[in-house]
């Protein structure tokens, strides 16, 4: 069974910084490209940023470019998302998602991950 477990979600002030972390179990987390997503209450869920299976290659959400970083431990089964600079429009749940690295679609589409985390709450205040 796969398992996506986010955490390190909270409250923080405007131009803190959060870390989060996936820890994922039952997949060959080596051979997955993993992604961080964002959805605020009433909107899409929208993609954040998204790092390949090796971890050679990254790709970001224009308005994070600079602010955020993604990174994955695969020793440890794990993806992270530090968010520096936070801003109140970051405020949303994040999930964390994984789709196979032979699977096709781009790294952008919700729909091209196959499984999902059940997400945590970052909330700035100003």
């Known amino acids: 069974q796969v398992q996506l477990v986010e955490s390190g979600g909270g409250l923080v002030q405007a131009g803190d910084s959060l870390r989060l972390s996936c820890a994922t179990s039952?997949?060959?987390?080596?051979?997955?490209?993993m992604g961080w997503f964002r959805q605020a209450p009433g909107k899409e869920r929208d993609f954040v940023a998204a790092?390949?299976?090796?971890?050679?290659?990254?790709y970001y959400l224009d308005s994070v470019k600079g602010r955020f970083t993604i990174s994955r431990d695969n020793a440890k089964n794990t993806v992270y998302l530090q968010m520096n600079s936070l801003k109140p429009e970051d405020t949303a749940v994040y999930y964390c998602?994984?789709?196979?690295?032979?699977?096709?679609?781009?790294?952008?589409?919700?729909?091209?991950?196959?499984?999902w985390g059940q997400g945590t709450q970052v909330t700035v205040s100003s």
């Open positions: 039952g997949l060959t987390f080596s051979n997955y490209v």
């Open positions: 998602a994984a789709r196979s690295r032979f699977s096709s679609g781009n790294y952008y589409s919700p729909r091209a991950y196959a499984y």
């Open positions: 790092i390949t299976s090796s971890g050679d290659m990254t």
